[in-house]
């Protein structure tokens, strides 16, 4: 089923829909039937054309029609005001194999039969739209609840459901893990042959790192570990880790400080892409 451009504008009447485009927009592109030839395009020229002039677009934008504010901002240098551009809009689901979630819509603008941008749909999960918009908006607060479970929901969906990604499997751990059970006192873990799946935590290691495990401070590390001692990106891995339902996470405080020339060697044998390995935060 094809949506009205009220459903995905996300008004709930065709009288809203007006108040955010100009009424040359709404009886023009957002009228059901050229929008339906919009959304229903798939090849790259394809979709809803129609001409208009640049001073009418100006216009409309100055009086707060939403879309032609936005072909203004998309118009280039090169399209001389006098012009009569014909304006081809279409949406389809990305081409571009990397955008996530997979078959997210893009919205295509051409001007003059020549590609001008793209640009990606989103909305809100309880906007009537979502029932036709797969992508939803970008979580900006990345230490929220919400992000950490859709995070989750990703890796969930990876590990179950893709056939090419490789599962983790239980096998044996680093020599030296954090247990993360209780993020505000995790503890160190010497393994000793312990069978599980940790998290391991990839990061340019700065100049010092004072709270390396060293022979003075392993048997506190061992009963506990001062939370407020470690840096935040620690902090938050451990957080990670404990919120993804697992124990153990791997990262530089695991190590036991020699020379920091070692360390890094023993840092990139042990990253170099073990199946116990559940999951890799950078
Ligand atoms: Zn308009
Ligand atoms: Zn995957």
Redesign the pocket.
């Known amino acids: 089923m094809v949506p009205t451009s009220a459903t995905l504008i996300g008004n709930a009447t065709e009288r809203q829909t007006i108040a955010t485009v100009c009424q040359t927009c709404t009886t023009g592109l957002f009228s059901r039937d050229s929008f339906s030839k919009a959304w229903s395009s798939r090849s790259l020229y394809d979709g809803f054309s129609y001409h208009t002039t640049w001073e009418q677009i100006c216009a409309s934008s100055s009086q707060g029609c939403s879309w032609c504010s936005l072909l203004l901002a998309s118009k280039d240098d090169t399209m001389v005001r006098e012009d009569l551009p014909q304006i081809t809009v279409g949406i389809s689901p990305s081409r571009n194999k990397g955008a996530t979630p997979y078959g997210v819509q893009v919205l295509k603008l051409m001007f003059n039969n020549i590609p001008n941008s793209t640009f990606y749909i989103y909305t809100i999960a309880n906007n009537p739209a979502s029932d036709y918009i797969i992508a939803r908006d970008i979580l900006l607060k990345v230490s929220s609840p919400t992000t950490c479970n859709l995070a989750f929901e990703c890796m969930n ?3 179950l459901h ?1 056939k ?2 490789p599962k983790p499997q239980h096998g044996d751990l680093p020599t030296r893990v954090i247990d993360c059970s209780d993020p505000k006192g995790p503890t160190l873990v010497i393994t000793g042959g312990l069978k599980d799946l940790y998290v391991a935590l990839s990061y340019v290691w700065g100049e010092s790192q004072p709270n390396c495990t060293t022979t003075q401070n392993l048997s506190s590390y061992l009963k506990k570990i001062n939370a407020d001692l470690l840096p935040q990106t620690t902090k938050d891995a451990i957080t990670t880790t404990c919120a993804y339902g697992l124990r153990y996470l791997w990262e530089i405080l695991s190590v036991f400080y020699r020379t920091r020339a070692q360390t890094r060697i023993a840092r990139s044998r042990r990253c170099a892409g073990s199946s116990e390995m559940h999951t890799s935060l950078s």
Do not use: A, D, L, N
Request: net charge negative; glycine share 0%; hydrophobic share 15%.
């Open positions: 969906e990876c590990i893709h090419h990604c």
